[in-house]
């Protein structure tokens, strides 16, 4: 297989980075006042402009043909089609399906939608059993409290999503997420619920994570502690999860158990029963709506043209900042307090997808593939690192995302929050150059020499990429089609970077070797033998935390 960089569509893009050269997106919106109207696209009650690019027309038709080459309509067609694209896996990847019950979806040719309805009936039946009051706790009393026990994609997308949609949450209910092993998470979270009213929803794809075994049997014990029966449990513990048998093993009864199955990927699975938490937080209603949003993403990414596709211009547009503007970090900025747990869930998404050096052939890639990805709420990001995404050395490309309206509007908030969203891709945009920062200080009365001295320091490079992403309201609908906005447009980027982005080898070697190391380490007050099989470095930590730990009483 050629390797996209060697194809003539990368090579005219290579030329077009170096031809770009001194040319500024100022002189380019100067002599172009069509270029936002070219360069934006709406579509699933989403508006995203991407004029604050360094492209031009002809740069958008070559990451087009690039496009092209690299297969994406064929591998997008092979997704919905539910071939088996997690190639190391032998997996299909489905995910549209969950937001599409009334689809006909096959997964590598076996029918999936059938399933995905009853599952969907099966959480319907449940949330509705818990808000009316008819499931209740040992003690008779309603379950108003979820603890979700996961991690990962069994953590990130339901806890984001329960942020997002605060304003749409259930009187009276709470939602908790507990991921870390780290047993604080865990006694932090009990500390704040009642056993008689708290429902556990043990989230596990494959059930043998260790994090979440291990915090799913402590709160079990707490729960048995706490004045809960061995034969209560059933009551209080549900699971979510593809491992039917490590369910039972654990003692979780089959009824307990929201199934779902292994063409859903982990990050990609807050659709699937794994949104059990965000349903029971804001209505099973909301969550259909939520589905619902993101099928209208799938929908347009599906059938829309390449050049109107959001996802696919999003997705090409990143290449080019990537590839061939050089540009390794991509910060995430939603100017939304609910979006605040977005930048992590999309750092899982993007960085465990196409964080990835090897092509699906088996050979090492010969380009950057994902960038870094990080991310705060505009306006506190503004007050901590834009400092660097303004005038620092390295150009980092960002999303701004907002929406026009706010869900709670208080005061003239939302209008000040809108104007620096508005004015921080501006700046990044046009920057300042020294002659204006020279006329700026001059006209607030500097001296010469200090203006100077200061000018310097007042300079904004500016041509520094942005996306912005508007919506009329942050509601399940726009949520839903956003997080698919951006589930396709990492999609779309690993098939140019002829990478599989739907496995995650990269996280096993680390948990491989805790295993090894966790006998090795001693218990509070034990003495341990000094460790010898690693590193010195690793030897030496271990030896120290063994050394403090065998001293504690
Ligand atoms: C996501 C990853 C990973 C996974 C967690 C939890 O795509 O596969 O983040 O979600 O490791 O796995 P379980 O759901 O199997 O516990």
């Known amino acids: 297989m050629t390797a996209i960089s060697e194809t003539a569509e990368w090579k005219a893009l290579e030329r077009d980075g170096a031809d770009l050269g001194g040319v500024s997106m100022r002189s380019l919106f100067a002599k172009d006042h069509s270029r936002f109207a070219r360069f934006s696209l709406e579509a699933a009650g989403l508006f995203a402009d991407f004029s604050k690019n360094k492209i031009t027309d002809d740069i958008v038709q070559h990451l087009l043909a690039l496009a092209g080459a690299a297969g994406v309509e064929q591998r997008r067609a092979a997704m919905f089609g539910g071939e088996a694209i997690n190639s190391t896996e032998d997996r299909a990847v489905l995910h549209p399906a969950l937001r599409d019950p009334d689809g006909d979806y096959r997964a590598m040719g076996e029918p999936v939608s059938g399933l995905v309805r009853a599952q969907l009936e099966k959480m319907k039946s449940f949330c509705g059993q818990v808000h009316n009051g008819a499931v209740k706790g040992y003690t008779g009393k309603s379950l108003d409290t979820v603890v979700n026990i996961g991690i990962g994609g069994s953590d990130l997308g339901p806890q984001m999503a329960v942020e997002a949609l605060r304003p749409y949450w259930i ?120 589905l619902a949003g993101a099928h209208a993403m799938d929908a347009h990414f599906r059938d829309a043209p390449i050049a109107e596709n959001m996802p696919v211009m999003l997705a090409l547009v990143g290449v080019w900042n990537r590839n061939f503007q050089g540009i390794g970090a991509h910060a995430v900025l939603p100017y939304d307090q609910h979006l605040l747990r977005l930048p992590a869930y999309l750092q899982q998404a993007d960085m465990e997808s196409n964080g990835k050096r090897i092509s699906v052939d088996g050979a090492a890639v010969t380009h950057e593939t994902g960038p870094i990805i990080f991310g705060e709420p505009g306006t506190n990001g503004q007050h901590a690192f834009y400092q660097l995404l303004h005038q620092g050395t390295d150009i980092v490309s960002a999303d701004f995302i907002a929406p026009a309206l706010s869900q709670s509007a208080v005061g003239d908030h939302h209008e000040k929050l809108l104007a620096n969203f508005l004015a921080q891709t501006e700046a990044l945009m046009r920057g300042k150059k020294l002659e204006e920062a020279r006329a700026d200080l001059t006209a607030a009365g500097i001296g010469a020499s200090d203006v100077d001295r200061l000018a310097p320091h007042k300079v904004f490079p500016g041509d520094r990429p942005t996306n912005s992403i508007v919506m009329e309201r942050l509601t399940p609908e726009t949520l839903g089609a956003l997080i698919a906005l951006y589930e396709h447009k990492i999609f779309v980027q690993g098939v140019i970077w002829g990478i599989n982005s739907f496995d995650q080898w990269g996280v096993e070697l680390g948990k491989a070797l805790a295993k090894n190391i966790l006998p090795e380490l001693g218990a509070q007050g034990e003495t341990k033998a000094a460790a010898k099989t690693h590193d010195a470095s690793t030897n030496g930590l271990l030896n120290w935390v063994n050394t403090v730990r065998g001293r504690a009483k």
């Open 171 to 290: 009187d009276g209910r709470r939602a908790f997420f507990v991921s870390n092993v780290d047993g604080q998470h865990l006694a932090d979270t009990l500390a704040q619920a009642d056993p008689e009213t708290t429902l556990f929803v043990i989230a596990s794809k494959t059930f043998t994570t260790l994090e979440t075994l291990t915090n799913a049997t402590s709160a079990r014990e707490w729960f048995l502690k706490s004045g809960g029966a061995a034969s209560d449990v059933a009551k209080h513990f549900v699971a979510l999860s593809t491992n039917a048998d490590a369910v039972a093993a654990f003692g979780i009864d089959r009824n307990n158990m929201f199934e779902f199955w292994d063409w859903v990927g982990g990050r990609y699975s807050l659709w699937s029963v794994i949104g059990l938490s965000i349903a029971l937080q804001v209505g099973f209603d909301n969550f259909k709506k939520l």
